[in-house]
């Protein structure tokens, strides 16, 4: 379908009486509502004239008046330097420091080239920096760490402060759900 100067005028009334794409595609016959669009663009057809439905809208609330009924919560749970919060936050969880890392020997240093399928991978350093290694001690089976850095990586997950009960054990579960062996009649 071609874009014929009667179809270009009539597009122009229609928008300008401010129908929609899919209205104007519709009564036009043979394009669809993205080639209007796209005809409208390229027309640069941009001012609309109001129609009742545009006039006819109902304020919305403002958000000013609505954020001022509930306490707005913190964006960011840390502020300032977590090593003196103690000190302007009596409430907050005390600092605990990074774990310190093992010291490795320049000899048991391994570089990605010489890293063996026995050996951690546990990164140490920065990758950029020329001294970057991995641990290289021997690793756990079934891991990719040493000892010492698979307690690091593979730590229990944290209780919830909130829970109010704590979770059913689950020898308990299984005392409590009926037998699903065999029935037998005495």
Not at 46 to 55: D, E, H, Q
Not at 62 to 84: I, T, Y
Not at 85 to 98: C, G, K, N, S
């Amino acid at each position: 379908m071609a874009w014929t100067d009667e179809r270009v005028e009539l597009l122009k009334k229609l928008w300008a009486e401010g129908l929609s794409a899919s209205q104007i595609a519709g009564r036009i016959g043979g394009v669809s509502r993205n080639a209007v669009i796209g005809k409208v663009h390229r027309l640069g057809l941009s001012g609309r004239a109001t129609t009742t439905r545009m006039k006819s809208h109902r304020p919305r609330p403002r958000m000013a008046q609505s954020a001022a009924k509930r306490p707005q919560k913190a964006r960011f749970a840390q502020v300032g330097n977590p090593a003196l919060r103690a000190l302007y936050q009596p409430d907050a969880e005390p600092f605990v420091p990074a774990q310190e890392e093992l010291v490795i020997p320049l000899k048991e240093r391994k570089s990605i080239q010489t890293l063996a399928e026995c050996h951690c991978r546990w990164p140490i350093g920065d990758p950029q920096a020329p001294d970057f290694h991995f641990c290289g001690k021997t690793k756990v089976a079934g891991l990719p760490y040493c000892e010492f850095h698979a307690r690091r990586a593979y730590q229990p997950p944290q209780t919830r402060r909130r829970d109010p009960a704590p979770a059913p054990q689950p020898a308990a579960i299984e005392a409590d759900a009926p037998s699903k062996g065999p029935k037998v009649d005495a």
